[in-house]
């Protein structure tokens, strides 16, 4: 019965976001304990993003957060020109000036390249476009097409010092599983420069929160979406974290009977085939998230894990195309699950 119900409060939830339509609204309204709350949404880097702020502070905290992810919007879109992605997309091998955030955030997708042995690649645009997946028109590449433009990849061919970036001349960047993690933490810090100290930010799925618990000194509940239906697998109870997933049912499409993915295996610049249907990860920074979600999902179960022993400070939920559940020792009593098939990862 309490399981059920907390797959009702998730469904409510996206229902709302899915009405929030509209851009930037911000409004406020006391509820019954006293607390005043206020919520917003905007619709930025392809996904409707709602966030709920409490206290006095909230509507002024949530104009900042909108201001913020617009801003790294601007910075980082692959197809607003005069953003700084497209501008080092279109250099033909010409060092291109960024921001100090861009320059950050290249740095820190180059070393997670090199961390996750190249899982997780932000070069992978022009197979992307290929696919279509950058544009809705879908195709399947033949063999060729795709070996020649698997040749343009490569995070480490990104030169990135003192604020001037350089790739190769055809090599072009995406910042797709990455920006919207990276914008939570941003917009995190938003809300708690204009005084926010307890806040939800739903950025299209990717949940962060602010404090520990709601102001009722309830801890926040996270649905963890079914990766097959419209439901959740189970909901989390967290403090303040991210809890990021990526999934093949995000964007996908279908051709004589075969599904394509939007995530991709960086090696055969096909639609990763690892086994996982989703996979969660929880942690401090919604950056690190965001990339672990992407890249661990390209690894497949036995890699994730092992992934995860060594590299410690987060946990996760994997979720295998045969149904079965995988959750770290670190979430598992937070984490109530709608499956009987749960298994416990440990060190
Ligand atoms: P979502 O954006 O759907 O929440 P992700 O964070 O997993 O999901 O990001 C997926 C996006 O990242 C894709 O749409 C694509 O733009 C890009 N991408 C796909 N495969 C990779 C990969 N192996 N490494 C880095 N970026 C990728
Ligand atoms: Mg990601």
Same mark, same amino acid.
């Given at each position: 019965? $309490?399981?059920?119900? %907390? &797959?009702?409060?998730? /469904?409510?939830? !996206?229902?709302? #976001?899915? =009405? ?39 509507? $002024?905290?949530?104009? %900042? &957060?909108?201001?913020? /992810?617009?801003? !790294?919007?601007? #910075?980082? =879109? ?270």
């Amino acid at each position: 019965m $309490k399981k059920n119900l %907390a &797959a009702g409060v998730l /469904i409510a939830a !996206l229902l709302m #976001l899915n =009405s929030c339509s509209a851009d930037k609204a911000v409004d406020s309204t006391a509820n019954v304990s006293g607390d005043k709350k206020s919520s917003g949404s905007v619709f930025a880097m392809d996904t409707y993003m709602t966030i709920t702020a409490y206290g006095n502070n909230g509507k $002024k905290g949530i104009e %900042a &957060a909108q201001k913020e /992810i617009t801003r !790294l919007e601007k #910075l980082w =879109s692959v197809t607003d020109e005069n953003s700084e992605i497209y501008a080092i997309n279109h250099s033909s091998g010409a060092e291109v000036p960024v921001s100090a955030e861009t320059e950050e955030l290249l740095k820190f997708a180059i070393d997670m390249h090199g961390k996750t042995n190249g899982a997780l690649d932000i070069t992978l645009y022009p197979v992307l476009r290929a696919w279509g997946f950058t544009t809705g028109e879908y195709r399947v590449p033949d063999d060729g097409e795709i070996s020649e433009l698997l040749e343009r990849k490569g995070a480490d061919k990104i030169t990135v010092d003192n604020g001037k970036v350089s790739v190769p001349e055809k090599t072009e960047i995406d910042l797709g599983a990455i920006a919207k993690g990276c914008a939570g933490d941003a917009a995190a810090r938003a809300l708690k420069e204009q005084g926010v100290t307890s806040a939800l930010l739903d950025l299209g799925g990717n949940i962060q929160t602010i404090g520990d618990a709601k102001p009722d000194g309830t801890k926040w509940k996270v649905g963890i979406r079914d990766p097959f239906g419209d439901g959740s697998i189970g909901t989390l109870t967290v403090g303040e974290c991210a809890v990021i997933t990526s999934g093949g049912y995000e964007r996908f499409f279908e051709q004589d009977g075969v599904i394509y993915k939007h995530i991709l295996d960086p090696e055969t610049g096909r639609p990763a085939e690892s086994g996982l249907a989703s996979v969660t990860i929880i942690g401090s920074e919604g950056r690190m998230c965001d990339a672990l979600s992407t890249s661990l999902y390209v690894m497949g179960l036995d890699d994730a894990c092992a992934y995860w022993r060594d590299n410690g400070d987060f946990d996760m939920i994997l979720v295998t195309d045969d149904g079965g559940v995988y959750v770290t020792d670190g979430i598992a009593e937070r984490f109530a699950s709608n499956s009987e098939d749960v298994t416990v990862v440990e060190r």
